[in-house]
């Protein structure tokens, strides 16, 4: 395992996962920590406030994940979902991620990720008694290595008051922010009324600016060419328009008409 860590320190990063979380509050896990198994929901959300949610509350609906590999003209999309608890329950889909993420040994790419994502996540594996062995192969929870890189900490150098929000950035860098009438506050409120997956189709697009926000992070560092930059971004728009015209908010952010191809 010490042998394999050492190479993946080494050797240029040949697959990556950009992901995101979507979550709502968990009321009963809530209620058990507030000592309040008797009370109804209306009195756990009272209890419980209208404040941020402690992280092991954040009950995940969705995950989000695209994943990219490099080829030699630039970077290349060969996934990307964002399965939901209408599909699976969270547990499984919590053991599916991890499983595909240690198969892959990629490296990991969010947004806030290492403030949000990866600690709910691991929270969410416990609370699921899910065994996450594939979130293990790589130093994922180590905050200063390059296994898993949070965009927000880094283009912030990891100074909490210079955090800029990924909507924000995106817009800044000429890319599209995030679908109209939709962000992670809306969540809870969708899933209620039965909109999961339109708050998958959210993800998805979410993970997309990641990504792209991403690309420009590697051209910066000299990492990829402005040559290779552009060969990513049609490579997008290639992937988009041949297996995601189902989104409309991915056709809108690469700039394609809505078609009847694969979702």
Not at 31 to 59: I, Q
Not at 147 to 161: F, H, M
Not at 205 to 234: C, H, M, P, Q
Request: some cysteine.
């Amino acid at each position: 395992m010490l042998d394999r860590l050492k190479l993946d320190c080494i050797m240029p990063e040949q697959t990556i996962i950009a992901w995101d979380l979507e979550t709502v509050p968990d009321i009963w896990a809530a209620a058990r920590m507030l000592d309040l198994s008797m009370a109804t929901e209306a009195e756990v959300r009272e209890a419980l406030g209208p404040g941020f949610p402690k992280h092991p509350l954040h009950k995940i609906v969705c995950i989000g994940a695209l994943v990219a590999s490099r080829q030699a003209e630039g970077w290349r999309v060969d996934a990307l979902g964002a399965p939901h608890v209408k599909e699976r329950t969270e547990g499984e889909l919590i053991s599916a991620f991890a499983e595909r993420v240690g198969q892959l040994r990629p490296q990991l790419i969010t947004w806030n990720g290492h403030s949000f994502d990866l600690p709910v996540l691991r929270y969410r594996a416990m609370v699921n008694r899910v065994s996450a062995e594939g979130l293990q192969v790589r130093q994922y929870f180590h905050r200063y290595t390059d296994d898993a890189i949070d965009l927000c900490d880094v283009l912030g150098s990891y100074v909490p008051g210079v955090k800029v929000k990924l909507d924000e950035v995106t817009k800044i860098l000429g890319l599209p922010g995030k679908p109209e009438g939709i962000d992670g506050s809306r969540v809870e409120e969708m899933v209620r009324a039965g909109q999961i997956e339109e708050v998958a189709r959210y993800c998805e697009t979410d993970v997309l600016n990641t990504y792209r926000v991403w690309l420009v992070y590697e051209l910066f560092r000299g990492a990829i060419t402005a040559k290779e930059l552009d060969w990513s971004e049609a490579q997008i728009r290639e992937f988009v328009a041949s297996r995601k015209t189902a989104n409309p908010h991915l056709c809108g952010a690469v700039g394609i008409a809505k078609g009847g191809g694969r979702g």
